[in-house]
Every structure is written in structure tokens, then in C-alpha cells.
């Protein structure tokens, strides 16, 4: 990881959402907030929400990223909480801060510029 | 909004969902007890379901998507290794994801053969929500450790 001072921005990218996949289920529990817009607005959303197991895989590149693969599967522990939806035709905002040469907090941000997903990662 | 032509099969990922069978009990708040073990059931993520992930995620990098034994599963695999866990017991309606806390000891490998086990660790209600929680091991054949997945969820059931 380059850098060393502490509290510094390591990692920032915006990536595009899509759910093109997931609208075309016909599986169970179709339909459900992933994969109709009309139940997710039922629901209180604007629209159908990316699920996490879309949204997280960008978070694990950019650690992968910053970090290196030996690094991250070398028992580097991650915990994050998902606080807020992201849209399914919004964006994400992925934001890695050192805090420390082995702690890293974790941000990724919606398209309302909101937190959605909140975490750190400790490398051991 | 224009409407999505549903064209039927297409967009099937029955991935992670291959242990229910006749014995899995839908999942009952009421029911479930901290400690619970979760059955010991082998799982093995094949290289097709990996790049499956790769396109619902729309992640596309080379150590994911190459065909030979040195590949890489993505690290989200692990994530849907700890919903096939727990549905191997119970058959999860729906649900709101809260948290994940997971560790890689090294990095999964398509097609291999590995074991899944652990427990329950946690229920609790807070403001009106029922979460629950549980542990997913990870280990080869051979007891080397893989990986370990800590998960929350919110049960989107009826307060009874």
C-alpha cells in the first residue's frame, strides 16, 4: 500500500449500477426489491435496489486492489454494514481511508451521495 | 416505466441453494436458538458459477475468469457459501442483509471440494427488527482452513 500518513484517501472510484440481469428473473422470490421496480416502489424505494451481493464485489476489487491478493486472503479481516440502498440505475462511490499502516476504513456511497455501506478492513 | 419482456430460464442462478431438499424447514425466528448448529455439508463452487458472479456483478478480471486449476473464486463466493449454509437447515424467506465480518486464511479455488460448518451465534430483537446471526467455516477436505464468514440479517417476518 503506498502512502503513510495517517487518515489519508487511499482509494475513490465511482462505478456505474445496473440490474439487467436480475430483472429478467423468473425465479422465486421474484418479484421481489432486486427485481421489480413497481414492488420496490411499493415499498418505499425510488426504485428496485442493487443487492449486496452486486454491490460488495466492487468493494473486495478495491481492497484486492490496494492491498494485493496475497495480502487479502491472508487473513485480512473485513466487517461492513450496509446502512442505505443504492439504486438500481444509480452509482457507487467507493472510499478507502488509512487510518492506520493496518487499518483501513471503508465507505461506499450511493448515488444521493449517502453511506450505504460502512466497514473496516485490519490487515494481520 | 417500459416493461421487461420475461423470457423464462434466462437469469436462473440457483447458485448456493443446491442443499434444500425435503427436510429444510422454513426459517422461524421463534424457533432458531443461539448456538444452534448448522448442518456440516460439503460445497464445491464450480468455475461456471464463478464467472456467473462475475457477470451479476459486472466484475470481470482475469484471475476470476480464466478456466485452470490455479483460478480464483471471487471473494463474494464466500458470502453466498454462508446463505447455502444456512439454507441448508432452513429455507430463508425474505430477508434484508446487514452485515458481513470474513476473513480469507487463502483464496477459494473452483471445483474444489470443501466442507461447510457452524452455528448460530446470535438472535435478537431491536426496534421492531428480528436479526439473526451465524458463523460459516469453511475448510478443504484435507481440515485446512478457508475461510470464515460472520452474517447478519434482518428476518423480514411478522412480528408475532
Redesign the interface.
Known sequence: MSGSAKNTEVYRKTINCFLGWSRRNVYPPHPNIHTDHDFAQERGFDSAIMSASQVVPHLHEALIELLGEQIFFNQTDIRYKMINPVGSEGSITIIIIRQSPTKLDLKVNNEHDKLAIVGVATIV | ?EK?E?????????VGHWHSSASTQPLDWDKITTGEILPTVPWTLEQYENVL?C?????R?D?YLKNTLSG?A???TA??ASFSHLSSKYEV??I????????????LKPGETTVLSGSITAKYEKKSHFYIEWETKCHSTKEEQIFTFNHTIIDLREAS
Not at chain 2, 420475461?6 to 440457483?14: N, R, S
Not at chain 2, 457477470?55 to 466484475?59: G, L, T
Not at chain 2, 442483509?97 to 483464496?107: A, G, I, L, S, T
Open positions: 416505466m421487461t420475461v423470457i423464462e430460464g434466462v437469469g436462473a442462478f440457483p458472479f457477470f451479476f456483478s459486472e466484475v478480471h484471475r480464483v471471487m471473494p463474494v458470502l453466498w424467506g425474505p434484508i442483509d446487514v452485515e458481513h465480518h470474513f476473513r480469507f486464511f487463502r483464496n
